[in-house]
């Protein structure tokens, strides 16, 4: 393989490899523009680490050896077709819910943290979602991880006043201990699983996709038909 052609691969495996910038909301506080670039500078340091094993794995190519590229883990899809979790709770409206155990009802849960741009922009798209399957076997939960102590800090109001301003009603639960979340094995935002009414998880999301309420909707209609995305032992 020709040098030219090595770089050229090289900067189409950086392109792609790259999230596009997530718009900033008008109002965003100082602190919140913060903690955002901080994140992205973490993601930014993560995919510099994929990048060199992407350009390690062009130099195995050439000297005519084979390896298979490296993969990114993600604890949370560990869970794809095994029993959710079962957890109960009190939302902020005061109403106890729980996740994981049969159920009358498909359930959306999505974790997500107050300082994520993928979040702020995924959260509004199911909003939609529950105002259009509001009348379904459908039942809607979003799960705050937001630290109490930090850099990242929140306390309980700072959160409920940031969700409302979001224009998002959905069941709000403060997960401040993170013991929903670690049954969950979320380590980043926003992760949302789609549960099937026999307790199952059917799908995993891991990022905010722009496409990702097309994603929900054909899996919510697929399962509401009594149809599995997932086979089952």
Not at 44 to 59: C, G, S
Not at 172 to 180: C, G, S
Request: proline share 5%; with cysteine; glycine share 6%.
């Amino acid at each position: 393989m020709k040098l030219q052609a090595r770089w050229i691969i090289a900067l189409m495996a950086a392109a792609f490899l790259i999230p596009s910038p997530t718009p900033v909301a008008a109002d965003e506080t100082q602190d919140e523009i913060k903690s955002e670039l901080a994140a992205v500078r973490k993601e930014l340091t993560e995919l510099r680490k994929e990048m060199k094993q992407v350009l390690a794995q062009l130099k195995t190519i050439q000297a005519g050896q084979t390896r298979k590229a490296p993969t990114r883990t993600r604890p949370a899809m560990e869970l794809l077709g095994k029993p959710a979790p079962q957890k109960s709770f009190v939302t902020t409206d005061n109403k106890e819910r729980k996740v994981g155990g049969t159920d009358e009802k498909v359930k959306l849960v999505c974790f997500y943290a107050s300082w994520c741009g993928y979040c702020k922009r995924t959260l509004p798209k199911f909003q939609k979602l529950q105002e259009k399957y509001k009348d379904k076997d459908v039942e809607f939960i979003a799960i705050s991880l937001d630290d109490r102590s930090g850099k990242r800090k929140k306390t309980e109001q700072e959160v409920i006043d940031h969700y409302s301003k979001m224009g998002v009603d959905i069941p709000l639960f403060l997960d401040a201990k993170k013991e929903v979340g670690s049954a969950y094995k979320v380590s980043s935002f926003p992760t949302s699983f789609v549960v099937g009414k026999d307790g199952v998880i059917e799908a995993v999301h891991v990022g905010g996709p722009a496409d990702i309420d097309d994603r929900v909707a054909k899996q919510l209609d697929t399962l509401l038909e009594g149809k599995s995305l997932v086979k089952k032992s």
